[in-house]
């Protein structure tokens, strides 16, 4: 599961990166909170989760692992396309808050699993 994340991870630094490197070249900063939650959600947390299982999560049951991946990756890129389409002014607050909060919802049930897999290891920790 690591290198998913770690393959991830790194897929949304760039992205971020990139972000970053356009509002700086155009002076356009619209997207500083878009571009924030890419890095922190994306490639931060992202690359974590890989370190947690990398680290301490020892052949965790596959099937809580999957989704772990699948809510984190399903939220996330909705997350990021919602803040990009809200603060670039093409959607309107009222239509994308529904969607904002479904990813912040899929977002936290995703570190939520990440933490209960982590806790449940007994050695997790302690090293």
């Known amino acids: ?23 700086s070249a155009s002076g356009q900063h619209q997207q500083l909170v878009t571009h924030a939650h890419i890095m922190l959600v994306g490639f931060l947390l ?11 999560l020892e052949a965790p049951q596959p099937s809580w692992a999957r989704l ?17 389409l809200l603060y670039g002014g093409w959607v309107p607050e009222s239509l994308l808050g529904p969607v904002l909060g479904l990813a912040s919802a899929l977002i936290i049930a995703a570190l939520g699993l ?14």
């Open 46 to 56: 992202g690359f974590a989760y890989a370190l947690l299982h990398r680290l301490w």
């Open 68 to 84: 772990q991946f699948a809510l984190h990756q399903l939220g996330a890129p909705l997350l990021f396309i919602g803040l990009f």
């Open 114 to 127: 990440m933490t209960w897999l982590f806790v449940r290891q007994p050695q997790a920790g302690t090293g």
């Open 1 to 23: 599961m690591e290198r998913h994340y770690v393959l991830s991870a790194l897929g949304y630094g760039l992205l971020g990166l990139v972000l970053g490197l356009y509002m």
